[in-house]
């Protein structure tokens, strides 16, 4: 691989980024290349934006073999399809979703915000033995993708999709407690279908890079005992900083809570990294 060059690979699609001084002859040159070297690999994308908003959308350009930006990929015995350019998909979190996978319980009712196209929600559903996830994302077009891979992965009745924002999902759910909440009574005709709980054994909380920390909504609906991965981003001094926004927040939600690890979760930048942060609700 030529120095300066960064390239993921997606299943059928790479997405290249090069440097600014590659010029076009020079990229085409790359990607034909590319694409004899990996059988696999069938489209060569290459990156010209960053995941941006709260709908992480980015911005990438054809440059050769089929002529597509759906990806389907696979991983954690999971198979996930997606767009390349409207929904957000990070394979750098495989192991994350495999990690918090093991530690979901047998019978755990799980939430998964700003869930995208699913992939917490699947990979937790798949390789644990929790009783349902419900998987909450605003963007209509995660949304549509989300409910693709459930059925992809024969999970129909395992994940529960919620297109909509999780501040409006999160004071729906409040005001049923401690029953299981309405929300879900459309879909009790359904085969295996159960009502959406009020409060929640696990919620993991991949946040897209935003002011706001969510930590509000995520208290709503827990309970005692309740398991919180919290994803933030921040530089390596800061680390303090996020675990003392989350004691400031649990304590304007009237909660006690224990921190029981904080982890790099991948480097983003020069200097700032992901880093994810499991506390218990007391």
């Known amino acids: 691989m030529k120095k300066g060059i960064g390239t993921d690979i997606l299943g059928n699609v790479a997405i290249v980024k090069f440097p600014k001084e590659f010029g076009n002859a020079e990229r085409k040159k790359f ?11 069938r489209t060569i994308l290459e990156k010209i934006g960053k995941f941006q908003g709260r709908l992480r959308k980015q911005k990438t350009k054809f440059l050769l073999g089929e002529k597509t930006k759906e990806i389907l990929y696979r991983e954690n015995n999971c198979f996930f399809r997606f767009n390349a350019d409207s929904t957000y998909f990070s394979p750098r979190l495989s192991n994350e979703r495999k990690e918090i996978s093991k530690l979901v319980k047998n019978g755990d009712d799980v939430l998964v915000m700003f869930a995208g196209v ?21 963007n209509r077009e995660a949304t549509k993708y989300a409910k693709q891979n459930v059925e992809l992965n024969r999970l129909k009745d395992r994940v529960e999709i919620v297109q909509g924002d999780v501040k409006n999902f999160s004071k729906k759910l409040s005001r049923h407690h401690p029953a299981r909440s309405p929300l879900g009574t459309k879909n009790k005709t359904e085969k295996n279908s159960l009502e ?18 969510f930590l509000k909504e995520a208290f709503l609906l827990s309970k005692k005992g309740t398991r919180v991965f919290y994803y933030d981003f921040c530089k390596a001094d800061d680390v303090d900083k996020v675990k003392e926004k989350i004691i400031s927040e649990a304590k304007k939600a009237g909660k006690r809570i224990k921190i029981i690890k904080i982890k790099n979760a991948g480097d983003i930048g020069a200097y700032k990294f992901r880093v994810r942060v499991d506390f218990v609700v007391l």
Do not use: C, W
Request: no cysteine; net charge positive; glycine share 2%.
């Open 31 to 41: 990607a034909g290349k590319f694409l004899k070297e990996h059988k696999s690999v």
């Open 118 to 138: 699913a992939p917490f929600s699947v990979a937790i559903a798949k390789n644990s033995k929790a009783r349902k996830v419900y998987s909450v994302e605003i």
């Open 196 to 213: 959406t709980p009020s409060r929640f054994d696990v919620i993991v909380m991949p946040r897209p890079q935003l002011k706001e920390s």
